[in-house]
């Protein structure tokens, strides 16, 4: 089943060693923002279209787990993705 998930505002530390592409990025999730639009641009200025992370939070691989996907791609890719196993 898919669900969608709020991402709310996160605290995060800054380092000198943070790429200057990623500042917008960074600056959104600290304000709480949207991801969606700096992540936009982050991946079209890398010469994609879209984007998709995700990961499981289960230690065995051998049985369906929880799975956790942050994506610019449409819904409909996404539950044809899971429906393809």
Not at 33 to 40: A, I, V, Y
Not at 63 to 83: A, C, G, K, M
């Amino acid at each position: 089943m898919i669900k969608n998930v709020a991402i709310g505002k996160v605290l995060l530390e800054r380092t000198p060693f943070l790429p200057p592409l990623l500042l917008p990025l960074i600056s959104a999730a600290a304000k709480g923002d949207p991801l969606e639009p700096p992540l936009t641009s982050i991946v079209n200025r890398l010469g994609f279209e879209s984007f998709m992370f995700g990961m499981s939070a289960e230690r065995q691989v051998d049985h369906d787990s929880l799975n956790y996907v942050f994506t610019t791609l449409p819904i409909e890719w996404i539950v044809r993705y899971d429906q393809m196993d």
